[in-house]
């Protein structure tokens, strides 16, 4: 049971440049979520998915897309890099089963940066 | 967005307690979670309690959620230093999303 698993962990990219973050879990989770983390911001919520084929904007989604094909996968598209997106980025998901707290695992992370 | 304040850092001496406090503010959130993040690794649930609970307690950790002034709190009995990471508080809204705290660094040190 590997969890949550993202992919690349760490990445450079050129300022216009596309890239797709992996993430996959195998844990048959509904719910699936990417946020970003900045230094003293938190963690921010990009996009988020309730179930394959539902995908749905969270506070920051410009720049970013996704799809949900699967349960298990729930990629995140990066269409033009920009200095802007340099951050940690996080998959993370959850039952949505109330019994089941809710409580999300999370990926390891990727460390992207945009120079 | 909503915004889940909690203060930024905090340095305790090893052996004491730790008390990391937070506000939150959807009155109708179900969990309430406290998360912890070693360097370079991602986010792991520490604990979470849940909205009828005002108390939880779960080894050195004790949680403490005051409904009325949406308070919630994190006490770390005996710090180690191994304790030394960012501690998240969270709250979960509609649709399954959590709100992130920016995170309180706590340093345990001799």
């Known amino acids: 049971n590997a969890g949550v698993t993202q992919t690349p962990k760490f990445q450079v990219l050129k300022t216009g440049q596309s890239m797709t973050l992996q993430c996959a879990q195998d844990m048959n989770h509904e719910y699936m979520s990417w946020y970003r983390q900045d230094p003293g911001m938190g963690l921010r919520l990009i996009h988020y998915s309730v179930g394959a084929g539902i995908t749905d904007q969270g506070e920051v989604p410009n720049g970013y897309n996704v799809s949900r094909s699967t349960t298990e996968d729930f990629p995140l598209r990066l269409l033009s890099a920009a200095p802007s997106q340099t951050s940690v980025y996080f998959c993370?998901?959850?039952?949505?089963?109330?019994?089941?707290?809710?409580?999300?695992?999370f990926g390891s992370g990727t460390r992207l940066t945009v120079v | 967005g909503e915004d889940v304040e909690q203060s930024l850092f905090l340095s305790v001496r090893e052996g004491d307690s730790s008390v990391i406090n937070c506000t939150y503010t959807d009155s109708s959130s179900t969990y309430l979670y406290w998360y912890k993040q070693e360097p370079g690794a991602g986010l792991q649930l520490l604990t979470y309690i849940f909205s009828n609970m005002d108390m939880k307690q779960d080894q050195r950790l004790t949680v403490l959620l005051n409904k009325k002034d949406k308070h919630l709190s994190l006490r770390i009995a005996d710090t180690q230093t191994g304790d030394s990471a960012i501690y998240f508080c969270?709250?979960?809204?509609?649709?399954?999303?959590?709100?992130f705290g920016a995170g309180t660094t706590v340093t345990v040190r001799a």
């Open positions: 969270a709250e979960i809204f509609n649709d399954y999303k959590l709100s």
């Open positions: 993370a998901s959850s039952p949505t089963d109330i019994d089941e707290n809710y409580g999300y695992t």
